[in-house]
């Protein structure tokens, strides 16, 4: 929702960045209650990471089931190229990858794909 400028209505800024929080913090609940009430699933900040992306890269275990559960891109890239599994597997983030990767998350997909940063940092028994 835009002013008669054009500029973002305040508001909504506020809400994005609430739900961007919510991503990095592993409050679940309340990020799943701003999707189920309109918030876009994919919503991205200005570097292009998807709320999906914040939480994996931060180790938000149930905050990535909730967003996977509400239909969340999971081979979504950001503006750098890199994918949520390959942003899990370079923090180490074992659980976050496994869930990924049962959500369809594809290991070959940005750069470096998730195969590549996995070997990078020795860690190739996260990929299959």
């Known amino acids: ?29 309340r990020l799943g209650a701003y999707v189920d009430q309109g918030v876009p699933v994919n ?32 081979n979504r890239l950001n503006d750098r190229g890199q994918s949520p599994l390959a942003g899990a597997v ?10 990924l990767l049962d959500a369809g998350a594809d290991v070959e997909l940005g750069s470096p794909s998730a ?3 996995a070997q990078m940092f020795g860690r190739g028994d996260l990929i299959p």
């Not at 500029?7 to 609940?29: K, N, T, W």
């Not at 923090?91 to 869930?99: H, M, P, Q, S």
């Open 1 to 29: 929702m835009t002013s008669a400028s054009g500029a973002m209505d305040p508001r909504l800024v506020e809400v994005a960045h609430a739900c961007f929080d919510f991503a990095r913090d592993g409050d679940a609940v």
């Open 43 to 74: 919503l991205t900040d200005s570097s292009g990471n998807t709320l999906l992306m914040l939480a994996a890269y931060h180790g938000q275990a149930a905050v990535v089931t909730a967003l996977l559960e509400r239909g969340a891109d999971v």
């Open 90 to 99: 370079f923090k180490g983030e074992d659980t976050i990858v496994w869930l």
């Open 115 to 117: 195969r590549e940063t």
